[in-house]
């Protein structure tokens, strides 16, 4: 699948977990940013297909990097991650544009159920 996906979180071993969950189902154009600063500016670059997105992050939390990616582009697919009890957070996100959250520890069916139902 050649489908761009960025994973966002300033945990490396975050970004690997979902980056080895999607390679080993086809997914193979993935794009890794460790904060929102940094997401923007890739999101910029490559328009990937998808933004998995952690909330909490230091320079630009996902919240506030999902209003800017949404800001200048409202087509934009975008899945948030939460830790258990971020539920504003969550919500704040579903309401700026976030297409799905999907909470931590991940579960890699949760993820790929995600990913499918949003991109194929």
């Known amino acids: 699948m050649d489908k761009k996906i960025l ?12 980056k080895d969950t999607l390679t080993k189902n086809g997914y193979s154009a993935i794009l890794e940013a460790a904060d929102g600063e940094i997401a923007c ?6 328009k990937p297909d998808l933004v998995i997105m952690d ?21 934009a697919k975008v899945i948030m991650c939460s830790a258990m009890g971020q539920e504003a957070m969550v919500v704040e996100a ?3 544009g976030a ?4 909470v931590k520890p991940f579960k890699p ?3 790929l159920q995600t990913v499918t139902k949003i991109i194929g």
């Open 41 to 46: 500016q890739v999101y910029e670059a490559e």
């Open 7 to 18: 994973l966002v979180d300033d945990a490396a071993f975050m970004r690997m977990l979902i």
């Open 99 to 102: 297409l799905d959250f999907i």
């Open 94 to 96: 579903i309401k700026l």
């Open 55 to 75: 909330i909490t992050m230091p320079n630009k939390t996902g919240i506030e990097a999902l209003g800017e990616i949404k800001a200048k582009h409202p087509e």
């Open 109 to 111: 069916d949760r993820i």
